[in-house]
Structures are given as structure tokens and as C-alpha cells.
């Protein structure tokens, strides 16, 4: 490669690095983090779940046809 051509590290890009790579170490599992796992965990893909079986819905009764059976519906 191209001599004289030094990289130079970011200090902060090496820190969240570092972070990343020590995440079991570092990782408490208190309210918040209970509180983030709910969230995305089962609220988030629930509403999405909700909106796309909704939306189903609503094109099949624009269409005539009648409401299909989901999952949980």
C-alpha cells in the first residue's frame, strides 16, 4: 500500500468498540432494561401484528370478500 498514509483511531468509534465486545460483563438487568425487553419484545410487534392483520381486514371488506382468520384474531 501507499506509504506515509498513518490511520489515525478514533477514540470514541474504540470505546463503543470495546463496550460492544464486553456486553455480558457489563450488561444489569434492572427495571429499565425489563421495562426496554417488554417494549420491543412483545408490545412492538404486537401492535405491528394488530395494524397488518387490520389492514388485511380492511382490504378484504373493500374487496367484498370476508374477514380471514389470523393467529389471535
Given amino acids: 500500500m501507499a506509504g506515509g498514509m498513518e490511520v489515525h483511531k478514533n477514540r470514541y468509534v474504540e470505546d463503543w468498540g470495546t463496550a460492544r465486545e464486553n456486553l455480558e460483563k457489563t450488561f444489569r438487568f434492572n427495571r429499565r432494561t425489563l421495562t426496554l425487553a417488554i417494549i420491543f419484545g412483545i408490545a412492538v410487534?404486537?401492535?405491528?401484528?394488530?395494524?397488518?392483520?387490520?389492514e388485511f381486514n380492511k382490504q378484504d371488506e373493500l374487496a367484498g370478500r370476508p374477514p380471514r382468520k389470523f393467529l389471535g384474531a
Avoid: D, H, K, L
Fill in 45 to 54: 410487534p404486537y401492535v405491528t401484528y394488530r395494524g397488518i392483520v387490520a
